[in-house]
């Protein structure tokens, strides 16, 4: 089946410092990822859609320049954190689709825990 | 409203029992339906899907949609200690591009 990998699976950093996370697909042409979080006992919020080579679509309250989001080539999308603070700590999830397919055909990476001191 | 809404529990049964969850949602143009399971500091992975009204069954999993009232609920028989996980439903938007989860059912197995 078709393996999403995430880097790091746990981070931990200073209140106002950036951080990076990488979601991959590993044997399939990720043309589509999306980006999750989840807060504690609460649902996967999607945080925005990336498509490989176009602007990333974030959804309303996602704050675009604090959460920015590279999806440079087929197989990697990147999320970086900018001036983190201790309320973005959460599990970070990101998910890929290749082309033509529904998002249901979605696969979850590992996810990535962040936690902001 | 929420989109998507379950029951948090936790639901409790005996190993061995059925475990019924439950789940309804909100946007009636919805056609693509999901029941997702993940354990604790893991991400979700697919149980089952479901896009007709009535019963679709996989092994010990059998899910049930109920369009006109805008409910899907999952079924798991012969519940087994294993089967302990929050249980999250999900929903395909009616543009059919965004997945829209539910908070998640968390379910305890009793050995």
């Known amino acids: 089946g078709a393996v999403v990998s995430q880097h790091p699976s746990r981070v931990i950093c200073k209140s106002g410092t950036s951080v990076k996370i990488e979601c991959r697909s590993l044997?399939?042409?990720?043309?589509?990822m999306f980006w999750y979080r989840q807060f504690p006992k609460q649902s996967l919020m999607l945080m925005a859609t990336?498509?490989?080579?176009?602007?990333?679509?974030?959804e309303q309250g996602v704050e675009k320049d604090k959460f920015l989001i590279n999806h440079a080539s087929l197989t990697l999308s990147t999320l970086t954190v900018t001036s983190a603070h201790p309320e973005d700590s959460s599990f970070y999830i990101c998910?890929?689709?290749?082309?033509?397919?529904?998002?249901?055909?979605?696969?979850f990476g590992p996810g990535t825990r962040l936690t902001v001191t | 409203q929420k989109e998507v809404e379950q029951n948090s529990g936790p639901l409790s049964v005996p190993e061995g029992a059925i475990a019924s969850l439950n789940c309804t949602y909100s946007?009636?143009?919805?056609?693509?339906f999901f029941w997702y399971r993940q354990y604790s500091g893991k991400s979700p992975e697919l149980i089952m899907f479901?896009?007709?009204?009535g019963d679709k069954e996989d092994g010990r999993f059998t899910a049930q949609l109920n369009k006109a009232s805008q409910y899907v609920s999952l079924l798991i028989r012969d519940s087994q200690p294993s089967d302990s996980a929050t249980y999250l439903c999900a929903v395909l938007n009616t543009g059919g591009f965004k997945t829209i989860f539910g908070a998640g059912t968390r379910l305890f197995v009793k050995a």
């Open positions: 479901i896009y007709s009204n």
């Open positions: 990336s498509n490989e080579g176009s602007k990333a679509t974030y």
């Open positions: 044997d399939f042409q990720a043309t589509t």
């Open positions: 998910s890929a689709i290749t082309s033509g397919r529904a998002a249901y055909e979605q696969y």
């Open positions: 946007d009636r143009g919805s056609q693509s």
